[in-house]
Nanobody
Framework: QGQLVESGGGLVQPGGSLRLSCAASGFTFSNYPGSMSWHRQALGKERELVAS????????NYVDSVKGRFTISRDNPKNTMYLQMNDLRPADTAVYYC???????WGQGTQVTVSS
């Protein structure tokens, strides 16, 4: 059974940056045939897909609200996925989760708070 663990969340001022990490265990990225994603859920709102990266060629997709500010990437030798978040806004405040979509693995989430 695979596991995902997110880290890197915290409190940041508007305009600041954070890099989230998603470390996988129990399976290896190089043998995983599906996409991986970052999602977020703000208080009182539904969970939304933020960004995805495919296993083949590393194709990426982003929700419109983060395009040009967030970058998803994966490091197969380190078995870790990242979300670089720049120019953060209060509306980005949420719990961020990573997922291995083909196999339904989810992490426990990491809190990101953007506030002055």
């Amino acid at each position: 059974q695979g596991q995902l663990v997110e880290s890197g969340g915290g409190l940041v001022q508007p305009g600041g940056s954070l890099r989230l990490s998603c470390a996988a265990s129990g399976f290896t990225f190089s043998n995983y045939p599906g996409s991986m994603s970052w999602h977020r859920q703000a208080l009182g709102k539904e969970r939304e897909l933020v960004a995805s990266i495919s296993s083949h060629r590393g194709r990426t997709n982003y929700v419109d609200s983060v395009k040009g500010r967030f970058t998803i990437s994966r490091d197969n030798p380190k078995n870790t996925m990242y979300l670089q978040m720049n120019d953060l806004r209060p509306a980005d405040t949420a719990v961020y989760y990573c997922s291995a979509d083909r196999w339904g693995y989810w992490g426990q989430g990491t809190q990101v708070t953007v506030s002055s």
